[in-house]
């Protein structure tokens, strides 16, 4: 029998401050995992103001964007200076995450945090080179941190299963439901960990 991994327990997300950095490659399906991610979020009843959004261009760039969204965010939550907002990593609206104001609820570490990104197959090596060390990268700063980072790197061969696995063919399971289910869980269990 095929068993899905979220738990069946509902977990509470009220108050937990979650980070996704996605990556821009294959756009499409990247906005239908984000878009299923923050709706489980949501659900799960993460404020809005408390789900962080940085974009990087590809998903080997993924580890580093993460590793930085997090010290970012624990250099602010320890420090009392003010101004700026939160904004796109490595883009246009670049912004300094270690000048986020305190007194928003947007600020503050990071109970979890979710890489988004999706690996196509291509003619040569690159796809296996990039998805093992992504994959390897992730969980380091996961470890190094210990901060639970949710993989969400589609690895896959065509662009068939990629649609398959972000809800956008008919009838299928979008995967981002599950990241968000995870970084809720993970989030509430490193709470009572701690
Ligand atoms: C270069 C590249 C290729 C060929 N394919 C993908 C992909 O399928 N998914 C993805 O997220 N990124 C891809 N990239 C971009 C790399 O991840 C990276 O952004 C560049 O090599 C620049 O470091």
Redesign the pocket.
């Known amino acids: 029998m095929h068993t899905k991994g979220p738990s069946p327990v509902h977990h509470d997300g009220t108050g937990l401050r979650i980070g996704i950095v996605h990556?821009r490659?294959?756009d499409t399906i990247i906005d239908a995992l984000l878009e299923g991610t923050k709706s489980k979020l949501l659900e799960c009843g993460v404020p809005e103001s408390n789900i962080i959004v940085q974009s990087?261009?590809?998903?080997?760039?993924l580890p580093i964007a993460v590793q930085r969204l997090y010290s970012g965010s624990q250099v602010q939550s320890s420090s009392s200076s003010s101004g700026g907002t939160a904004g796109d990593l490595l883009g246009s609206s670049t912004t300094d995450l270690a000048s986020i104001p305190t007194s928003s609820p947007s600020t503050g570490a990071f109970d979890a945090l979710i890489a988004i990104?999706?690996?196509?197959k291509?003619e040569t090596m690159?796809?296996e080179y990039?998805s093992d060390s992504v994959s390897q990268g992730l969980m380091r700063v996961s470890l190094d941190t210990g901060v639970p980072v949710i993989f969400g790197v589609l690895t896959v061969l065509n662009d068939e299963q990629a649609k398959a696995r972000a809800g956008i063919t008919a009838g299928s399971h979008n995967h981002g439901h599950d990241w968000g289910l995870a970084a809720v869980e993970m989030a509430v269990k490193r709470k009572s960990w701690a």
């Not at 990087?56 to 760039?61: D, K, Q």
């Not at 990104?117 to 196509?120: A, E, Q």
């Open positions: 990556a490659w294959n990087v261009p590809g998903s080997w760039e990104g999706v690996l196509i291509g690159h796809f990039i």
